[in-house]
């Protein structure tokens, strides 16, 4: 038996995906998520999910980091992202950053579970039309770079990251987190020698770039 992960902040399209998706994959256990937390959580009760369908555009996460977060605390989890963005810069940074594959919310519902039951054969899979249009689009191989380096980081170093482009200082960051203020210190230096800055400033800037802000 198939068991899925839906995370996405809008109930009704939720339901919707769940429905959907049940009615192709008999037997199947889906759950669902509003957020990056709730989502952690269902992971750490269930690690034997098979694949996470995941949604870029989050309340409370900055861009592909969501994917990074879960990625480095669940390896053994598959996650595709379901989104409605198919610009090719953003399938691309987002199968950099450890992806198996790409759905977009405007599929039709042969296509979703055709894709569907790719991923959950283990192969990575896009839509065709998507597979085309990265064929013939030039590679930004900066911000690929980029998202491959973040993936290398840990949860909390991720975690970390993500309230400095919140504008958060490391006191907040400390206390937030539940860590000493020169625990945030030593994740920082680790961060910004792996993404290849100097200060939080520039990393701020190099995440808005990722994010296409």
């Given amino acids: ?60 996460t900055h861009g592909l980091l969501a994917l990074g977060e879960l990625r480095a605390a669940h390896p053994g989890v598959a996650v595709a992202i379901l989104s409605g963005q198919d610009d090719p810069a953003t399938v691309r940074r987002a ?46 191989s900066e911000s690929e770079s980029l998202a491959a380096r973040l993936a290398t980081l840990s949860p909390q170093q991720l975690k970390v990251l993500q309230r400095v482009a919140e504008g958060r200082l490391n006191k907040q960051i400390a206390d937030e987190l539940g860590i000493q203020e020169r625990t945030v210190k030593a994740h920082l230096t680790v961060v910004f020698e792996k993404l290849g800055v100097r200060n939080r400033t520039q990393a701020g800037v190099l995440l808005s770039g990722l994010a296409g802000e």
């Fill in 1 to 60: 038996m198939h068991h899925l992960l839906i995370v996405d902040d809008h109930p009704l399209y939720r339901l919707a995906l769940r429905q959907t998706l049940a009615a192709g994959l008999a037997g199947a256990r889906i759950d669902e998520a509003g957020d990056l937390a709730g989502a952690q959580g269902l992971l750490a009760e269930s690690p034997d999910t098979d694949l996470v369908l995941l949604d870029l555009q989050l309340p409370g």
């Fill in 95 to 140: 199968l950099a950053m450890g992806a198996c594959g790409y759905l977009t919310k405007h599929a039709g519902t042969e296509e979703l579970h055709a894709g569907v039951r790719a991923l959950l054969a283990g192969e990575t899979w896009m839509p065709s039309a998507l597979r085309e249009l990265l064929a013939r689009t030039p590679r930004d």
